[in-house]
């Protein structure tokens, strides 16, 4: 495999991530509560509960991520002041969820795995991209 084609698949699997990231967000954005607080009261509680500029930072991370993937397959350099909006929008939205709510007392520490996760394919992704300027591959 190239360089190129080794850019290509490494740009599609981050463009489905970001892909999931946004429907994650629709999804919970426009979830019936009243049907998850049967089965999950605490999470149905904590969207019930989010203020408006945390959802707006949700929003802003998804969306920054997936345009960013987009320039990233259009090899622009600005793919990566995207994925740094992303970041800081991830940070300030889970930043509120664990630190706002009661969300990890609750449901104890393993509910921070998956944040986790997604705050290093942030940090990942806008490496990746820095690193693409740096080597003159996105203009």
């Known amino acids: 495999m ?6 290509t698949i490494i740009v599609i699997i981050l463009l489905l991530w970001n892909l999931m990231g946004l429907a994650a967000f629709v999804m919970q954005y426009t979830a019936d509560l ?11 509680q904590a969207f ?6 945390v959802w707006i930072a949700y929003a802003i991370a998804v969306g920054a991520g997936t345009l960013g993937a987009i320039l990233l397959l ?9 994925f740094l909006i992303s970041l800081i929008a991830v940070i300030v939205q889970f930043g509120y969820t664990f630190l706002g ?3 990890l007392a609750v449901k104890g520490p393993s509910v921070l795995a998956f944040p986790a996760f997604i705050v290093v394919m942030a940090i990942v992704q806008l490496l990746y ?6 080597k003159g591959v996105l203009r």
């Open 34 to 44: 009243t049907e998850l607080a049967k089965s999950d009261p605490t999470t149905a």
């Open 2 to 7: 190239n360089i190129s084609r080794y850019f």
């Open 101 to 103: 709510t009661d969300l």
């Open 74 to 82: 259009m090899k622009k350099a600005a793919a990566a002041t995207l």
């Open 129 to 134: 991209a820095r690193n693409l300027v740096g």
């Open 48 to 53: 019930a509960t989010m203020p408006s500029w």
